[in-house]
């Protein structure tokens, strides 16, 4: 069984520009959340996507959005960077919305 | 204000000496406590769920406790390989599914 896969692993980025990051979920799970983890600091709720809908947002500005494909694997967008969005971002899926969570390796985005 | 706290931030052990790690929480509205492992620049791995005080969990050298205000992770004679960051999250009573985290316990285990 294939667990949660990220890409790209890291990423450099202009202070202004957009980024995609892309996240595959474990097989058979229908959930998806991400997350922000600056250097230090536990993971930070940036938003759920659930059935491809978005099912709650953290206290992330609209510059981060996101989507689900059919296939329950997910984008994160983020616009305008700013120098602060350098992170490692964590996508995370469960098999429903009251199962526990499992983590992929991130992606390190570091916006210079 | 959701909030969780765990101590110590920073923990150094001998190989084979015992200890627990804390995390404490204010919520309103807890449903479930986590516990997850995380090794430098790799995402975090999952450890136990807990949902009511008194509950116990054990894996290998872990053993997770849950009261009504915090919970422990307990290691029995820890090995180098259990170096690592652990981090406490509680899922909150909202309509979706919202982990808030700790900010770790970072943890050194030397042989």
């Known amino acids: 069984e294939t667990g949660v896969t990220q890409s790209p692993t890291h990423l450099i980025k202009t202070r202004g520009q957009q980024v995609t990051l892309r996240c595959s979920s474990q097989?058979?799970?229908?959930?998806v959340s991400w997350y922000q983890q600056a250097l230090g600091q536990g993971p930070q709720f940036i938003f759920q996507?659930?059935?491809?809908?978005?099912?709650g947002r953290g206290n992330f500005p609209p510059r981060f959005s996101g989507l689900q494909f059919p296939n329950y694997s997910s984008e994160l967008n983020v616009n305008a960077l700013e120098l602060d969005d350098s992170a490692l971002y964590l996508c995370?899926?469960?098999?429903?919305?009251?199962?526990?969570?499992?983590f992929g390796p991130g992606t390190r985005l570091t916006v210079t | 204000e959701d909030q969780v706290t765990q101590s110590p931030e920073a923990l150094r052990l001998q190989e084979g000496e015992s200890s627990s790690l804390n995390c404490s929480y204010t919520?309103?509205?807890?449903?479930?406590l986590f516990w997850y492992r995380q090794d430098p620049g790799k995402g975090p791995e999952f450890l136990f769920t807990?949902?009511?005080a008194g509950e116990e969990k054990e894996k290998e050298r872990l053993k997770a406790t849950l009261t009504k205000k915090e919970s422990f992770l307990h290691i029995t004679a820890p090995k180098p390989e259990d170096s690592a960051t652990y981090l406490c999250?509680?899922?909150?009573?909202?309509?979706?599914?919202?982990?808030?985290f700790g900010t770790g316990t970072r943890l050194l285990v030397s042989p």
């Open positions: 919520v309103s509205g807890l449903r479930g």
């Open positions: 807990l949902y009511s």
């Open positions: 995370a899926s469960s098999l429903e919305l009251e199962y526990e969570q499992y």
């Open positions: 999250a509680v899922r909150l009573n909202t309509g979706f599914q919202k982990l808030v």
């Open positions: 097989s058979g799970h229908n959930t």
């Open positions: 996507y659930y059935r491809e809908e978005e099912n």
